[in-house]
Each structure stands twice: as structure tokens, then as C-alpha cells.
């Protein structure tokens, strides 16, 4: 049994084991008070490794409304991973954003380390549930999106792939260790995160920079091939969105970056349950529950 294994083992008999269903926890993260909350699906067995999916809600948000916007923990229960919703921070108890570089907000101008706060989130989790550290994923809307794109380059020996849907990346580089996987979910019609990038419509004054520039980024990091394979999905319904995707294969230890461009599409998230109307069209001809889960079970660290 490896050292790892065994301290793993050890810290679950010192914790009280979560069970399935929702639990909040809180963690002290430099003089900040934290918090996140963790859907354990029916069918989850504390004796194996469980892979985790990170879901990080958009700015002005919060973890229970991210619940309800994405859908996921239909998918954690149907797929059996572990869902966990970290909170943001803000002067509002559930108005809050994340620290993804140019965005968002409070969490930006407070230079707030939610990158350690997800490290330490991770620590956390692993005393109380049999999390398998070579599937741990992330994915978020909006300012969601871009703290995965950051957690992707700064905490990339603890993120084995990521999805951000609504959100381009918030540096101007990536500095990974390794190859980290990536699949983006975009609208064309994203108004509060403009697909070529500039200010959106939002409260958040970002000046975003392209969905271009995020995936170019990470071609270039991950060594993949610089020319995609470009396929246009078949329509399921009709309701004013199509469906492209671009794949940039063949990278370092098998890695990819896939765009999946959607013509129409708001700042939503696709095939979710949530119907803002201001956010403009949710497509029914893809979902990125379905579709990010197929990508992630591609992608565990190797």
C-alpha cells in the first residue's frame, strides 16, 4: 500500500465519512472563512476511489444557485462522481465571485487566492470522502469558467482536465506542469462574455479576452496539432442553435483541447435546465453534462 493510500485511509477514520446526499463544509483559507458544498451520489461506495467534478458558480452567484442552473448532480448521480460546488467570496453572503485574473469583482480586487482555496478544498474533501486523485475535474460558468482556466495552468498537479462553459481565460498565459485536457462550451451570442472577446454587457466591467486566444493558449501548451478536426453536429431540435466542434488532438500524454462552438448560443449553459432569457438562447442540441463527462472520463491524469 502506497504512503498516499495509507494517509488517505488514516485521515477517513479520523473524520466522520460523508454519506450520500448534500453536506456544506468549511475550511480557514489565510484569514478567510471558506466554504463549499458536496453532492454525494446514492451509489457511491466509501471503499473505492470516486472521482470528483469541481463546479464553480458564475459571478453574482452562489453554489445553490449553481445547483439549480447546471443540472450536474442529475449527471454525479447518474455517473457517480462526486459534485462539489465551491462558494466565492463578496460583500453579500450570496453575491459572489471568483479570482480567475482580469475577473471578477470583489474576489479580483481583494486578490483573493482561490487557488489555494481549492487546493486546500481538496484536502479538506479527501478526510471525508475516497476521492480518486487522478480524476479530479473542473468545470464553471462565467467567472466559474475562468478560475478553471486558472486552476487548470497554477494547480495543474491536482486538475486532471477541465470545461469551462461562458468563460474565456483571465491571463494572458498558461504555465501548466503538465498536459491538462480542455473542453470549452461558448455561444456566439454570449453577450456578457463576448466570443471574440472586449466588455461584455455585464456588471463586471471585464474587458475578456477571445475564446481564440484561451484555445490557442492551451494548443500551444499542451503541443497540440495547431489545425482542428471540424465537425458540425446534427441539429436535435430546432430552436435557433447550432452545434460545431473543433478538436485539437494528438498532445503531450494523449491531451486535447476541443471547442464546441455554439451558433446562437447564450451566456447559458448547454442543455441545462435554467431558462434566464436575458442570458440570452440555452441550446437543446448539446449537453455539456453529457458531453464534459464523456471528455473527463477520456482525461484522468496520467
Not at 16 to 40: A, F, N, Q, W
Request: proline share 6%; glycine share 10%.
Amino acid at each position: 500500500m502506497s504512503l498516499t493510500h495509507s494517509l488517505l485511509l488514516m485521515s477517513l477514520i479520523a473524520a466522520d465519512p460523508l454519506g450520500p446526499g448534500d453536506h456544506t463544509r468549511t475550511l480557514k483559507v489565510g484569514e478567510l472563512d471558506r466554504s463549499y458544498v458536496v453532492h454525494i451520489p446514492p451509489q457511491y461506495d466509501a471503499e473505492k476511489p470516486t472521482p470528483i467534478v469541481l463546479i464553480y458558480h458564475g459571478g453574482g452567484s452562489n453554489p445553490q444557485t449553481m445547483v439549480r442552473f447546471c443540472g450536474m448532480n442529475h449527471k454525479s448521480n447518474e455517473a457517480n462522481f462526486i459534485a462539489v460546488y465551491p462558494s466565492g467570496t463578496g460583500r453579500l453572503e450570496k453575491v459572489l465571485t471568483f479570482n480567475g485574473g482580469n475577473c471578477c469583482g470583489y474576489a479580483m480586487r481583494r486578490n483573493v487566492d482561490d487557488v489555494e482555496f481549492t487546493r486546500k478544498l481538496l484536502d479538506d474533501l479527501a478526510t471525508v470522502a475516497n476521492v480518486d486523485p487522478k480524476r479530479v475535474f473542473a468545470t464553471g460558468m462565467s467567472s466559474g469558467a475562468i478560475i478553471s482556466y486558472r486552476l487548470a495552468s497554477e494547480l495543474s498537479d491536482r486538475i486532471a482536465a477541465i470545461a469551462p462553459v461562458g468563460g474565456p481565460m483571465g491571463t494572458e498565459t498558461c504555465k501548466p506542469k503538465r498536459a491538462v485536457s480542455v473542453i470549452h462550451f461558448h455561444g456566439t451570442d454570449d453577450e456578457n462574455a463576448p466570443f471574440k472577446g472586449g466588455r461584455g454587457k455585464g456588471v463586471s466591467g471585464t474587458n475578456f479576452l477571445s475564446v481564440e486566444h484561451s484555445i490557442q493558449a492551451w494548443v500551444k501548451a499542451n503541443a497540440c496539432n495547431e489545425q482542428p478536426v471540424v465537425t458540425k453536429q446534427q441539429p436535435r431540435v430546432n430552436d435557433g442553435t447550432s452545434v460545431i466542434r473543433k478538436t485539437y488532438g494528438e498532445g503531450k500524454d494523449g491531451s486535447e483541447v476541443v471547442l464546441i462552438e455554439i451558433n446562437g448560443g447564450g451566456h447559458t449553459w448547454p442543455g441545462g435546465p435554467s431558462k434566464v432569457r436575458f442570458l440570452g438562447k440555452t441550446t437543446k442540441n448539446i449537453s455539456a453534462n453529457d458531453t464534459m463527462w464523456e471528455f473527463f472520463q477520456k482525461h484522468p491524469m496520467k
